[in-house]
C-alpha cells in the first residue's frame, strides 16, 4: 500500500465490514425466513437463483474469520446482526441459539483485540414482517425498536459502536422503486413509504438504545456522486434531483429533521399521513456518521415526463466487475460536503469501501493489485479530507471475504480473503497481505 498506519492520525480505526446475510448462512441456527430467501427463489431476481442459505458458513467458521481480521492488522470489525435468526418471527419469541451467536461472536472480536461495530439491520426483513408490508408498513418501526432492545439487551453492553439501518436508500430506494433488491417492489408510493419509515425505524431503534444507556449510535448512509452526462440544464437538473433522492434525503432528513424540498416537490403525494410529526424523532442526535462509497454516477437529461425518470449513462472512466466506475473523487466530495453541510462536528467514518473483481486463484495466490490500486486511492482521498480539518475517524474496507453480492450472487468479489465456494477455503489474497503490511504497529 501507498501509505503506513503512522501516516492517519492516532487513534484511526481501520476495519473491514461484512453483512450476516452475505455471510453466515441462514439455513443454520434456527434463523427465521427472510424476504431475501423469498426473492431469490423467484426466478429472474437473482443471476442463477443464488441465495444466502449457506454463504461463507461463517456461523460455523467465525473464529477463523475473526482470527484473519486480526491477522491483518484491523482495529475494528464492523458486522450485523441478522433479525430473523434473533426473531425468527420477527416479532415475539427470540431465538435462544441466534442470541448466543452474537453475544459468542461479539466476545470472540473482544478476546481478539477487536471493536465491534455493529449494525442491527442490513437487510434481511424477516418474512412475516414482509407478509404485513415491511417497509410499507409504519409499525414496522416499532417492530424495528423491539427488536433492538432484545438483541442490544444482550451484547450492547460490549458493542464499540452501533448504527441501526445500513443504507436506507437501498432498503427503500432500491428495494421499493427500482426492484434491484427484495422485496423487488418498483412503485413510488411504496418507495416514499419505505423511504420514511426506514428513517423513524432509525428513529425509534435510536431511542431504545438510548433508554438502554447505550452511547456511540450512528447513522449509515451510501452515498453516490452524481455528475451531469453533458451540459445541458436538463442534464443538470437530473443529477441533482438523483442527488437528492439517493443523498440529500436521508442526510437532510437525519442531520437537519427536514427533507429537501425538491425531492419532497415529488414525494410529496405518496408521502404516509402526517409525515412532519416524525421528523423530530427522526433527527434526534446521533454520535457519529458512516459513509458507505464505491462510484459515481452520470445522469442524462430526461424528457420522458414522468418523475423520477433518472436515466445514468455509461461513463468513460475504469470500471469494477460491478460496472462501477472508479471514482476516488467522489469520496473527497462526500467527505468534505458532510462535514461542511450535515456534520455539525460528527466524527465521520468511511463504514464500506471496495470493489469487486473476478478473482482467481492461482498456486495458492490471490493476485488482486487492482483492488490494492482501488485502496490506495480511496485511502488518499480520505488523507487529504482529514488534512483539511475534517474529523474522519476510521476506514472500513468492503469487505472481509468474498460473499453473496446480492442479486448478483457469488461470482462479484469484494474480498480482501478469497472463498472458495465449493470447500469454503478462505485465502488471503494480496489485498490483504499488503494492508497488514502497512497497519503493523511498529514500536517506537
Ligand atoms: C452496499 N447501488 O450495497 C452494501 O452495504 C453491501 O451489502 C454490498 O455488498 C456492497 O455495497 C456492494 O454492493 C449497495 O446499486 C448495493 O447503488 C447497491 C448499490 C449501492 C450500495
Not at 438523483?242 to 432528513?253: C, E, K, P, Q, V
Not at 459513509?291 to 475504469?318: A, C, F, M, Q
Not at 463504514?351 to 488518499?380: C, F, W
Not at 472458495?420 to 485465502?427: M, S, V, Y
Request: glycine fraction near 10%; proline fraction near 6%.
Amino acid at each position: 500500500m501507498d501509505f503506513k498506519r503512522l501516516d492517519f492520525p492516532d487513534g484511526f480505526t481501520f476495519g473491514a465490514a461484512t453483512s450476516s446475510y452475505q455471510i453466515e448462512g441462514h439455513a443454520f441456527g434456527g434463523a427465521g425466513p427472510t424476504h431475501w430467501d423469498s426473492f431469490a427463489a423467484t426466478p429472474g431476481n437473482v443471476v442463477r437463483g443464488e441465495h444466502g442459505a449457506r454463504a461463507c458458513d461463517h456461523y460455523h467458521r467465525w473464529p477463523e474469520d475473526l482470527d484473519l481480521m486480526r491477522e491483518a492488522g484491523f482495529d475494528a470489525y464492523r458486522f450485523s446482526t441478522s433479525w430473523a435468526r434473533v426473531m425468527p418471527g420477527g416479532r415475539g419469541a427470540p431465538n435462544p441459539e441466534g442470541l448466543d451467536f452474537y453475544d459468542r461472536l461479539v466476545d470472540g472480536m473482544l478476546e481478539r483485540g477487536l471493536k465491534p461495530y455493529a449494525t442491527l439491520y442490513h437487510w434481511e426483513l424477516p418474512q412475516p414482517l414482509a407478509d404485513l408490508g415491511g417497509w410499507r408498513n409504519r409499525d414496522i418501526a416499532s417492530w424495528f425498536a423491539d427488536f433492538t432492545t432484545v438483541i442490544m439487551s444482550r451484547i450492547g453492553d460490549r458493542v464499540h459502536a452501533t448504527a441501526p439501518i445500513n443504507e436506507p436508500w437501498c432498503v427503500a430506494w432500491l428495494s421499493h422503486f427500482l426492484g434491484a433488491q427484495a422485496p423487488g417492489m418498483r412503485d413510488i408510493r411504496a418507495a416514499a413509504r419505505a423511504m420514511h419509515h426506514v428513517l423513524l425505524a432509525h428513529g425509534k431503534s435510536t431511542q431504545a438504545m438510548r433508554a438502554l444507556g447505550l452511547k456511540n449510535l450512528g447513522a449509515v448512509m451510501n452515498l453516490e456522486y452524481s455528475a451531469p452526462a453533458d451540459s445541458t440544464p436538463e442534464a443538470a437538473a437530473s443529477a441533482r434531483l438523483y442527488d437528492g433522492i439517493y443523498n440529500r434525503w436521508f442526510l437532510s432528513a437525519v442531520c437537519r429533521k427536514e427533507y429537501p424540498a425538491d425531492v419532497l416537490e415529488g414525494l410529496a403525494p405518496h408521502m404516509p399521513e402526517n409525515w412532519q410529526d416524525d421528523l423530530d424523532l427522526i433527527g434526534a442526535p446521533i454520535d457519529w456518521l458512516g459513509i458507505n462509497y464505491y462510484t459515481r454516477k452520470l445522469i442524462g437529461p430526461d424528457d420522458s415526463g414522468l418523475w423520477p425518470h433518472l436515466t445514468d449513462v455509461e461513463g468513460p472512466l475504469p470500471k469494477t466487475a460491478m460496472g462501477w466506475e472508479i471514482y476516488p473523487e467522489g469520496l473527497y466530495h462526500f467527505l468534505t460536503w458532510v462535514h461542511r453541510e450535515f456534520g455539525d462536528g460528527l466524527p465521520i467514518f468511511v463504514t464500506e469501501n471496495g470493489m469487486a473483481s473476478y478473482d482467481r486463484l492461482e498456486a495458492g495466490k490471490v493476485n488482486d493489485q487492482p483492488r490494492i490500486d482501488y485502496l490506495n486511492a480511496h485511502l488518499d482521498a480520505v488523507r487529504r479530507a482529514i488534512a483539511e480539518g475534517v474529523p474522519v475517524a476510521g476506514y472500513f474496507v468492503w469487505s472481509l471475504l468474498d460473499n453473496y453480492e446480492w442479486a448478483l450472487g457469488y461470482d462479484k468479489r469484494f474480498g480482501l480473503v478469497h472463498v472458495d465456494f465449493d470447500t469454503l477455503e478462505r485465502t488471503p489474497k494480496a489485498s490483504f497481505l499488503a494492508l497488514k503490511q502497512a497497519l503493523e504497529r511498529r514500536e517506537a
